[in-house]
Structures are given as structure tokens and as C-alpha cells.
């Protein structure tokens, strides 16, 4: 597999990704008195992608969690979009996320949100490490909440996020149907817009777990994933322990010449 970017720009990616990482998390751990929750929740999903011809293809998924471990439902997100392929290795995506975030407490109401997305997403194979990165842009359109209660209206932010992964199969040179690897996965949240003052970082997720493809088509991931995340507020941060299992699911059906 020839990687879509040139190792260079592994390099610049990766070192502009963690100074800006020190900059916004020491913006963020300035303010005093800091208060952080902790959690426990379970994060499930199904992410499917069809490839329709050599450029074009479709994308779907699904995701589920519960919060207080199994106790409740925390967040609800329907995602599908278009692809298309610039190579085999490298892809452009958009397309609209809908979600749900449900209320700690049962008299409150459920908040909906509304999100447009863009994506360019790139792979690569350095030696035994497979590598996938992506850079998403979204525009959030959240429903207004006035004392639990939803109001008439939406507000708007900007959100970037980037993502770096590398898997490792647990032997052999490279993942095949029934060899495990090792995934080590980090993403890196930040938001822009006229309402946000205090939480320009807004989260980051951190991911170890296993990955087993079952066939070429579908394949499984578990693991444990850490989600630091800071509230509007700016000095209130949320730690979320999650068990995170995800599958995916892929149809390729362009003729075979």
C-alpha cells in the first residue's frame, strides 16, 4: 500500500498536531479552581462503507452510548455521507450527522443537534505500522436548553478534529482475517465560533485497544478509550472511562475485470 502523503508530511502533521495540543490544554489548565467528573460509559457503533466505482462510494454509521457504565442513555448519532476516492488510499467525505444528548436528569429534555461534516482521510503502511489519519471540520447546529427545558431555536459553533491511529498485528507482516492487532488511536477536538469563549480545546479521546477482522469485508475493535473533555464553562472538565466496541463493515461493488 503506497501512502497517500509523503512521510514529511507525517512528520509536520504530527508535530503541528501536538504543539497545538500544548498550547490549548495549557490555555485550558490556567484557569483556577478546575473541577473535573469522572465516568464511566459504553460507547457501541456500526460504521458500513460502500464503494460504488473506482471514485465514488457511500458511508454510514451509527453510534450508542450509555453513561453511569449501562445506567442510561447519554448521546444517540446517525451519520451517513458521500466518498470520494482520490486513490485507493486517500478519500474526501461530507455529509450530515444527527444526534441526540440526553439529560442526567428525566424531567429534562433531550437535546438534538444537527451537523454538517467534511473530511479528507488518508492511509499508510510504514513497515509493520498501518496508519490512519483524518482531518473533519463540522458545523453544529445545537438545540437551545433554558433550564432543561428546549427553547425555539438553535445556536452554532465550529469543530476540527483530528485523528491519528497505527495498528500493529500481533504477527505476521500485515492484518489479515484472523490475526488480531493492536490499535493505539488519538483524537484531538477544537472549537471556534462566536459562543465559544472558555473551551476553544474541547476534548480529547485516547483509544488502546485490540482490532480483529473477521473477513476482508468486517471486522471488530475493543478496547478501553479515555475522553478528557472541558465544559462551557472553562474550568470544569469531564474524565470518561469507556469501554469502546465498535464494528465496521465494507461492500466494495465495482465489477472485477
Given at each position: 500500500?503506497?501512502?497517500?502523503?509523503?512521510?514529511?508530511?507525517?512528520?509536520?502533521?504530527?508535530?503541528?498536531?501536538?504543539?497545538?495540543?500544548?498550547?490549548?490544554?495549557?490555555?485550558?489548565?490556567?484557569?483556577?479552581?478546575?473541577?473535573?467528573?469522572?465516568?464511566?460509559?459504553?460507547?457501541?457503533?456500526f460504521y458500513h462503507q460502500t464503494r460504488l466505482s473506482d471514485k465514488w462510494g457511500l458511508w454510514f454509521d451509527v453510534q450508542a452510548r450509555r453513561t453511569d457504565f449501562m445506567d442510561r442513555w447519554a448521546t444517540l448519532i446517525f451519520r451517513p455521507g458521500v466518498v470520494y476516492h482520490l486513490s485507493d488510499d486517500a478519500r474526501l467525505m461530507a455529509g450530515y450527522a444527527y444526534a441526540r444528548f440526553y439529560p442526567a436528569e428525566p424531567q429534562n429534555d433531550v437535546q438534538p443537534e444537527h451537523r454538517?461534516?467534511?473530511?479528507?482521510?488518508?492511509?499508510?503502511?510504514?513497515?509493520?505500522?498501518?496508519?490512519?489519519?483524518?482531518?473533519?471540520?463540522?458545523?453544529?447546529?445545537?438545540?437551545?436548553?433554558?433550564?432543561?427545558?428546549?427553547?425555539?431555536?438553535?445556536?452554532?459553533?465550529?469543530?476540527?478534529?483530528?485523528?491519528?491511529?497505527?495498528?500493529?498485528?500481533?504477527?505476521?507482516?500485515?492484518?489479515?482475517?484472523?490475526?488480531?492487532?493492536?490499535?493505539?488511536?488519538?483524537?484531538?477536538?477544537?472549537?471556534?465560533?462566536?459562543?465559544?469563549?472558555?473551551?476553544?480545546?474541547?476534548?480529547?479521546?485516547?483509544?488502546?485497544?485490540?482490532?480483529?477482522?473477521?473477513?476482508?469485508?468486517?471486522?471488530?475493535?475493543?478496547?478501553?478509550?479515555?475522553?478528557?473533555?472541558?465544559?462551557?464553562?472553562?474550568?470544569?472538565?469531564?474524565?470518561?472511562?469507556?469501554?469502546?466496541?465498535?464494528?465496521?463493515?465494507?461492500?466494495?461493488?465495482?465489477?472485477?475485470?
Amino acid at each position: 500500500m503506497r501512502s497517500f502523503l509523503p512521510k514529511t508530511s507525517y512528520q509536520l502533521i504530527a508535530g503541528w498536531a501536538g504543539c497545538l495540543l500544548q498550547l490549548l490544554l495549557n490555555q485550558a489548565f490556567a484557569q483556577v479552581p478546575k473541577v473535573v467528573q469522572p465516568s464511566n460509559q459504553v460507547w457501541t457503533a456500526f460504521y458500513h462503507q460502500t464503494r460504488l466505482s473506482d471514485k465514488w462510494g457511500l458511508w454510514f454509521d451509527v453510534q450508542a452510548r450509555r453513561t453511569d457504565f449501562m445506567d442510561r442513555w447519554a448521546t444517540l448519532i446517525f451519520r451517513p455521507g458521500v466518498v470520494y476516492h482520490l486513490s485507493d488510499d486517500a478519500r474526501l467525505m461530507a455529509g450530515y450527522a444527527y444526534a441526540r444528548f440526553y439529560p442526567a436528569e428525566p424531567q429534562n429534555d433531550v437535546q438534538p443537534e444537527h451537523r454538517p461534516w467534511q473530511q479528507l482521510n488518508w492511509e499508510g503502511k510504514h513497515g509493520r505500522i498501518e496508519t490512519n489519519h483524518w482531518v473533519r471540520v463540522e458545523e453544529r447546529f445545537r438545540g437551545v436548553l433554558e433550564n432543561g427545558q428546549l427553547q425555539p431555536g438553535y445556536t452554532f459553533n465550529w469543530r476540527f478534529r483530528v485523528m491519528v491511529s497505527g495498528q500493529v498485528p500481533l504477527w505476521g507482516d500485515e492484518t489479515r482475517p484472523g490475526v488480531p492487532a493492536i490499535l493505539l488511536q488519538n483524537e484531538l477536538w477544537i472549537q471556534a465560533g462566536k459562543r465559544i469563549v472558555y473551551n476553544h480545546f474541547d476534548q480529547n479521546r485516547l483509544f488502546l485497544g485490540l482490532v480483529y477482522p473477521f473477513s476482508k469485508q468486517f471486522r471488530a475493535q475493543a478496547g478501553y478509550q479515555n475522553v478528557f473533555q472541558q465544559e462551557a464553562i472553562g474550568n470544569r472538565f469531564q474524565n470518561k472511562h469507556t469501554l469502546r466496541v465498535f464494528l465496521y463493515h465494507s461492500l466494495d461493488l465495482r465489477k472485477k475485470s
